[in-house]
């Protein structure tokens, strides 16, 4: 205060003299700050000046706190729109769960974990190591409470979590959605609670309602800002019928602008602005019912000149209100619309009566009324309208500014002050206990105030000489009390007498006045200061807690994924290099298998067939011979028993065939069920349905007739001829055909037989057949080999899309994580500063300084 009392608090020291000829104009070009009352100086000891100064460094506080919120709100925002980018990759979790608390022992349950993985692989995983690998199914978090009844701190519930991947961690409780205020998410569907509700969608549905709810905080915020932002407050002039509000306002302008009337008058809401605001043109714009008004748009509006307000507040059938532009060229240390500091405006409202309250009430309550004034006729105190709406205003704005109007009329000054504040005690307690800050016994009417369209009268030195404006002068048209024990001066018998004559009391009610001033002003710089500050302070520090609750799960959610995934890598990435590994070495060993069996068929088949072919002479083929009458028919009868014992050679070989490929098709699926297991796709083998596409078609192919030399050991007779040479001739024929006949049984297979393996080497008979029986093999192998490989290969890029999907959702857990984990410290930081911004005590000299009545 010492300093304050040397220096403006607004960077220049009184020395600087930038002001110390008193005279009472203001320097906007020197601070941000506008107000700058001239008779800051005046009488540094005296309270008025000590007033000017509190209210001046109030202003300062109030510049600092707005700064202050305005920054917060830009820096919220900024993090809201950050958080819905980081929501849109990875989709924030809604915190129906309860991150771990500071242990609470007394109360907290036991907590139990579940989760809501962002897995989601899309196929399934194989097997590992031998064992099924199966990571644990999607599931959304759900509520669950307290299995364990015990106390458990955080730390311990950390140490609790288990090693192995399992389900990330949720603390679920449906209380943690009750915390928020601002974010909660509006989802009601009958019967289920929120939490039931969000543990039944989508994490995407809630991240979308989530992004939402921001876009609505940012647009609040935004508008909080222009709020703050705004250098205007409004003051509602409010009261009883004819308690003389409209008479009240004029003396506030010192001019009289809007009607006054015994009988009521103003039937709709004026409000008074400067005219700057209106390119310094005086005018009034009466704006028809049910129109919205935009000063800019004359459609919008009517427009009438000042003196016929009259015309425009008593038709409240065309109208709903009106907005009067009026010049104030009083000083701004002295008027309260044109004060430097903020643009006030004033609004005439109607008086009260059962059937305007309700309307009045509501106007109260509009977000820009920063300040309610009522008005209360010092002779009727409060109706019952009054008292209604006071009482109802009261739970809106604590504190409400009275006017005793008309208390010139009152002659038993003291009773009629202790009544009425009395009844305002009833009425308003907290303006009672400030009341001689908030009320004040007036007489509006004992202030001069020029005409509505003359110039003003300058501000009131002199000008309330005999206690008249220039235009009315003081008059007994204030109503009458219907109390009988108010004593009215200028009562019964003296009709038309003013109610004071003295030039000395006219003083007084005029130092009254200035003194109302100057409370109302202070009053509106406040309450601008609450009603404008605090909405914003209390909606950021609601958003900034959300957040804060808000990135704590999520970054404890991200935590959780993260824990979750790396332990799955661990478990998927050797898996993924074992599955490759196998992979190869499957498939060699499943082309060796194949190679080995298709080799070993062949060389089988063809040792089998070459025996058969070479030693079916020596055979014995069971064809009776019954002489050389049916030689012929037994020689192709042996023919034939050849050709089946070769195909019957033939057929085992086959028969062996299949015997080796079930082998091998057992080998091969042993292989996949040992690198698969369950995911191997075992095929079914028929092995009846080999070889029975190529019939052995062998009789055709050994299509011969058969021959006389056939019949006949040429070679043998030969030797014959040498041994009957010297017989005669004829015996020799004999014993020769007798001979030959005989010997056909001996003679006729092995010459068949050389005829046949002639004929079958000829056509590559046994290569052909065992490259037959081999290929078929080959072919019939193929389809489990193929299966198994392609089985390998499934695994493997299953696994190696499960290993990028986690290693996409570890890097995203990452970056979610230390996102969340700033959010968290950075939330808590803004609330720390929102909190900081004290709107109570703030000026020093000023808050509390209701209390006294007089700011120190
Ligand atoms: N004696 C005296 N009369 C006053 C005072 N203030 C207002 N009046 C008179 O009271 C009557 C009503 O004043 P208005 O200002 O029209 O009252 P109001 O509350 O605006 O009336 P409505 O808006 O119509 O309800 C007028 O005749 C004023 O001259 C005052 O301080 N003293």
């Not at 009727?380 to 009261?394: Q, V």
Request: with cysteine; glycine share 8%; net charge negative.
């Amino acid at each position: 205060m010492s300093n304050l009392d040397h220096d403006s608090g607004y960077g220049g020291s009184i020395s600087d003299g930038y002001i110390n000829d008193g005279s009472k104009h203001w320097n906007p070009g020197m601070t941000e700050d506008r107000y700058l009352p001239g008779d800051i100086f005046e009488g540094e000891g005296g309270e008025n000046g000590k007033r000017v100064m509190a209210s001046h460094v109030h202003q300062l506080y109030y510049n600092q706190n707005r700064a202050a919120l305005g920054r917060q709100i830009t820096r919220t925002v900024e993090t809201l729109k950050a958080l819905q980018q980081m929501n849109a990759t990875w989709p924030a979790q809604y915190p129906t769960v309860r991150h771990p608390q500071p242990p609470k022992p007394e109360s907290r349950p036991g907590m139990t974990h579940s989760q809501s993985s962002a897995g989601g692989s899309g196929s399934a995983p194989r097997q590992i190591d031998n064992k099924p690998f199966r990571p644990d199914a999607l599931k959304r978090a759900a509520t669950s409470l307290g299995e364990a009844s015990s106390a458990e701190s955080s730390s311990d519930a950390e140490q609790r979590r288990p090693k192995q991947p399992k389900e990330p961690e949720r603390l679920i409780t449906p209380e943690a959605a009750q915390d928020f205020s601002v974010l909660k998410l509006n989802m009601n569907v009958q019967g289920f609670t929120q939490a039931e509700i969000a543990h039944s969608m989508k994490k995407e549905s809630i991240a979308a309602l989530l992004d939402g709810k921001i876009n609505q905080s940012i647009k609040h915020l935004l508008l909080l800002r222009d709020r703050i932002e705004d250098m205007s407050s409004k003051v509602l002039v409010t009261g009883d019928l004819n308690a003389g509000k409209s008479t009240f306002c004029n003396a506030l302008l010192r001019r009289k602008i809007l009607p006054e009337d015994q009988q009521p008058c103003t039937s709709i809401f004026c409000e008074v602005l400067d005219a700057k605001e209106n390119g310094n043109l005086e005018e009034a714009h009466a704006i028809p019912k049910h129109v919205t008004y935009n000063r800019n748009d004359e459609r919008t509006y009517d427009v009438y000149p000042l003196h016929e307000l009259e015309k425009v507040v008593t038709d409240d059938e065309k109208y709903s209100q009106c907005k009067v532009y009026v010049k104030d060229s009083r000083a701004i240390d002295e008027s309260l619309l044109n004060n430097g500091v903020v643009d006030i405006s004033l609004i005439d409202a109607p008086g009260l009566n059962a059937d305007s309250v309700k309307t009045t009430g509501n106007f109260a309550r509009q977000e820009e009324i920063d300040v309610v004034v009522f008005v209360v006729s010092a002779a009727n105190h409060f109706t019952l309208s009054a008292k209604e709406f006071l009482l109802e205003a009261a739970r809106e704005k604590a504190y409400i500014f009275m006017v005793v109007n008309g208390f010139d009329n009152i002659r038993d000054k003291e009773r009629c002050q202790r009544m009425i504040l009395g009844q305002i005690g009833i009425l308003s307690r907290t303006t009672f206990k400030e009341s001689s800050e908030l009320v004040h016994f007036v007489s509006s009417k004992a202030i001069p105030t020029a005409p509505p369209t003359g110039p003003p009268d300058g501000g009131g030195d002199g000008g309330a000489s005999g206690g008249s404006g220039s235009s009315s002068g003081p008059s007994n048209d204030f109503p009458q009390p219907d109390d009988e024990d108010d004593e009215l001066i200028g009562k019964h018998g003296e009709p038309g007498s003013p109610p004071d004559k003295g030039k000395g009391k006219d003083k007084e009610k005029i130092e009254d006045f200035e003194k109302l001033e100057s409370s109302l002003r202070r009053f509106v710089l406040e309450k601008r200061a609450r009603s404008k500050l605090a909405p914003a302070r209390t909606y950021l520090l609601n958003v900034l807690a959300d957040l804060n609750l808000l990135a704590t799960v999520n970054r404890d959610v991200a935590q959780s994924e993260l824990d979750r995934v790396v332990g799955e890598l661990e478990e998927i990435e050797p898996a993924f290099e074992k599955s490759k590994q196998a992979r190869s070495e499957v498939s060699d060993d499943v082309d060796k298998t194949i190679e080995d069996t298709c080799s070993e068929i062949y060389r089988n088949t063809r040792t089998i067939v070459t025996n058969a072919i070479s030693q079916v002479a020596e055979t014995d083929l069971k064809v009776p011979y019954s002489g050389l009458m049916n030689a012929y028919q037994y020689a192709e009868d042996i023919k034939m028993a050849m050709l089946d014992d070769i195909s019957s050679a033939v057929t085992m070989c086959e028969s062996q065939a299949k015997q080796k490929t079930i082998g091998s098709v057992n080998t091969i699926k042993s292989l996949g069920i040992l690198h698969l297991g369950n995911d191997y796709t075992d095929l079914t083998f028929n092995s009846d349905k080999m070889f029975r596409g190529r019939r052995d078609a062998l009789a055709r192919e050994v299509d011969f007739d058969i021959e006389i030399a056939d019949f006949f050991d040429i070679s043998g007779l030969w030797d014959r001829q040498e041994k009957v040479a010297g017989t005669g001739l004829v015996i020799s024929v004999l014993l020769t055909s007798a001979y030959l006949l005989h010997s056909i049984p001996h003679t006729l297979p092995p010459r068949l037989s050389r005829r046949i393996s002639a004929t079958l080497a000829s056509t590559d008979y046994t290569h052909r057949n065992s490259l037959r029986i081999s290929h078929e093999v080959r072919k019939i192998l193929r389809f489990p080999a193929e299966t198994l490989r392609s089985g390998l290969q499934a695994s493997v890029r299953d696994l190696g899309e499960q290993r990028e999907e986690r290693r996409k959702v570890k890097r995203e857990s990452e970056v979610a994580r230390k996102y969340f984990g700033n959010l968290v410290r950075e939330t808590a930081e803004g609330r720390r500063k929102v909190e900081d911004v004290d709107l109570e005590g703030a000026a020093p000299g000023v808050a509390g300084g209701y209390e006294s009545g007089v700011m120190v």
